[in-house]
């Protein structure tokens, strides 16, 4: 008999989920859509709270993206304060960009920036801490 499989948390399954390919496609194509507002959304914030991001540093690239749009999110040269977690964000923008190119994808990806932002704000408001 084969030794059970290691526990592993939401957390961590969600963390190693491929926020770029579902951004990428989830911001075109309908039928990703749920998927990168669920489980996707889920893990960027997974993600980016392990890293320390404000939400309000989310809401604010969320803007950036409605003004100036992906390319030019992701073109910033610290999208978020901190270095590591601006590459993350910068990665994730810089392969939507590629393909999601219309206003309308634009505006989602921004719609979906401030949906990861709620879901960091979430997961610190239960751990006791200031969202």
Same mark, same amino acid.
């Given at each position: 008999?084969?030794?059970?499989?290691?526990? %592993?948390? &939401? &957390?961590?399954?969600?963390? =190693?989920?491929? /926020?770029? +390919?579902?951004?990428?496609?989830?911001?075109?194509?309908? $039928?990703?859509?749920?998927? +990168?507002?669920? &489980? =996707? !959304?889920? $893990? $960027?914030?997974?993600?980016? &709270?392990? +890293?320390?991001?404000?939400?309000?540093? +989310?809401?604010? /690239?969320?803007?950036?993206? %409605?003004? =100036?749009?992906?390319?030019?999110?992701?073109?910033?040269?610290?999208?978020?304060?901190?270095?590591?977690? !601006?590459?993350?964000?910068?990665?994730?923008?810089?392969?939507?960009?590629?393909?999601?190119?219309?206003?309308?994808?634009?505006?989602? !990806?921004?719609?979906?920036?401030?949906?990861?932002?709620?879901?960091?704000?979430?997961?610190?408001?239960?751990?006791? =801490?200031? !969202?």
């Amino acid at each position: 008999m084969s030794p059970a499989p290691e526990s %592993r948390s &939401d &957390d961590e399954v969600l963390a =190693g989920t491929d /926020v770029t +390919l579902l951004l990428r496609y989830g911001l075109t194509e309908e $039928a990703f859509r749920t998927a +990168l507002f669920g &489980d =996707g !959304a889920i $893990a $960027a914030a997974v993600t980016l &709270d392990r +890293l320390g991001v404000l939400p309000r540093s +989310l809401v604010f /690239v969320a803007e950036i993206v %409605r003004s =100036g749009g992906l390319a030019y999110a992701a073109g910033l040269p610290e999208p978020l304060p901190s270095p590591e977690p !601006a590459a993350v964000l910068r990665d994730w923008l810089s392969g939507a960009a590629q393909t999601a190119t219309t206003p309308e994808a634009e505006t989602r !990806a921004a719609r979906w920036l401030e949906a990861v932002a709620e879901i960091v704000a979430l997961r610190r408001s239960a751990r006791g =801490g200031t !969202a």
